[in-house]
């Protein structure tokens, strides 16, 4: 591709800098534009007919707006509540993030695995098609975090968060051996955005040693795949800085601190 391509990545808050930063490092020659829907988070709490009447019209505007050539879906909550009618309406493009199950229970050897998601992301119907779909021989243990996505905004953005908090949101992941067996939970699906924030943090608390699964790299592969390979000398939009868009209009105070996630660039 000889041209510089905008890419729209939208997110509920500040989760969805988790997925940039993996597309950054793949197409670091691309537009970013990077939306969080402050506005209406958390989306964890609001049903899927709240979050399409949301999403659904936002999603217009933003590509009236910045006319993307991809739009990255980097929020689990939105993408397993309206991905399907995103589609139908627009033909731009889309990548979702959805839990990461089939890979979860590749990775696992005990078979037993645990879904950490919002409370929407493991009741919603797209979930559990996928646990039906792609678990195979896993016990699958889904995990609706109330707080964790707050406490992973609250940790960015420089406030104090406890680690027993954190630990109380992530302890039902971990499913012991049952009577006299040694098969424990093993691997843990990164099902919302927010949650690799605190990654090091649930290194550190977990009661044992387990996988975690972050779709984020895959989702990088296919934005790339859909896409195709920037030539590296692609001037293009480059030395446009990338843009980041907070729907509540917040002050942007925290420009520094996210500039990692734009590969080192601090967002307009
Ligand atoms: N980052 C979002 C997700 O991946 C959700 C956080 C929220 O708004 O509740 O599910």
Request: with cysteine; glycine share 8%; hydrophobic share 45%.
């Amino acid at each position: 591709m000889s041209y510089s391509p905008t890419i729209l990545i939208l997110d509920s808050g500040l989760g969805g800098l988790t997925v940039l930063r993996e597309v950054v490092n793949a197409l670091p020659a691309a537009r970013y534009i990077y939306v969080a829907d402050d506005a209406f988070f958390p989306y964890g709490r609001l049903s899927e007919e709240d979050i399409i009447a949301r999403v659904v019209p936002l999603v217009g505007e933003l590509i009236g707006a910045h006319a993307p050539d991809i739009v990255v879906i980097a929020c689990n909550t939105m993408s397993v509540s309206v991905l399907g009618p995103l589609r139908a309406a627009y033909p731009v493009p889309f990548v979702g993030t959805v839990p990461a199950i089939k890979p979860a229970c590749a990775a696992s050897k005990t078979k037993r695995v645990s879904v950490l998601g919002t409370r929407a992301t493991v009741q919603r119907e797209y979930t559990q098609a996928l646990i039906r779909n792609h678990a195979q021989a896993c016990t699958v243990t889904l995990v609706g975090a109330a707080r964790l996505a707050s406490l992973a905004e609250d940790a960015l953005s420089g406030k104090p968060v406890s680690d027993a908090d954190i630990l109380s949101e992530i302890t039902p992941c971990f499913v012991p051996a049952g009577d006299g067996g040694s098969l424990r939970t093993d691997a843990i699906v990164l099902a919302c955005t927010h949650y690799p924030l605190l990654l090091d943090r649930m290194l550190r608390l977990a009661p044992w040693p387990v996988s975690w699964i972050d779709p984020a790299p895959a989702i990088a592969r296919r934005v790339v795949d859909l896409l195709g390979p920037l030539e590296p000398n692609t001037a293009g939009d480059h030395e446009r800085p990338p843009e980041m868009i907070f729907t509540s209009g917040r002050a942007r105070t925290l420009t520094d601190a996210l500039a990692p996630f734009f590969g080192g660039r601090v967002p307009a």
